[in-house]
């Protein structure tokens, strides 16, 4: 049985939390190294310095790094330029601007039905949708 409990006071949901932020923080991993090709050490920098992107850290960020490489979603190369040792230099493959596609499309269907539900919502309790 799951001891980690998520949402709103009152609601009992169980699930896990790595897996939600993982699945967030993929095509916020993909926008970003479409942007600019980067390292691991650099992309973890603009994922803290970007305000909406979720949290990530390196235990999370380098596995999943990894992951989506194994998934065809990024590729990436040794890089030997410059001082100290080789890093890895991450870029997306065509494979991962369609999952991105894939993403903005869910997004957008997520972000109509929750609309529709928080119209509903403040249609049943006008004076609740006010106060909170």
Not at 12 to 25: D, F, I, M
Not at 28 to 36: C, I, Y
Not at 78 to 105: M, N, Q
Request: aromatic share 8%.
């Amino acid at each position: 049985m799951c001891s980690h409990h998520h949402g709103p006071p009152g609601l009992r949901h169980c699930c896990p939390p790595t897996a939600q932020v993982r699945r967030l923080v993929q095509p916020w991993v993909l926008l970003m190294l479409l942007r600019k090709p980067c390292h691991g050490y650099e992309l973890m920098r603009k994922l803290v310095e970007e305000e909406e992107a979720p949290n990530a850290d390196p235990g999370l960020l380098y596995p999943l790094l990894r992951h989506m490489e194994q998934e065809g979603l990024l590729r990436s190369t040794w890089d030997t330029e410059g001082k100290g040792a080789a890093r890895r230099l991450y870029e997306v493959t065509s494979e991962g601007v369609e999952y991105l596609h894939a993403w903005a499309v869910n997004i957008r269907q997520t972000k109509e039905r929750l609309e529709r539900f928080l119209t509903e919502y403040e249609s049943q309790f006008p004076d609740e949708s006010q106060q909170r």
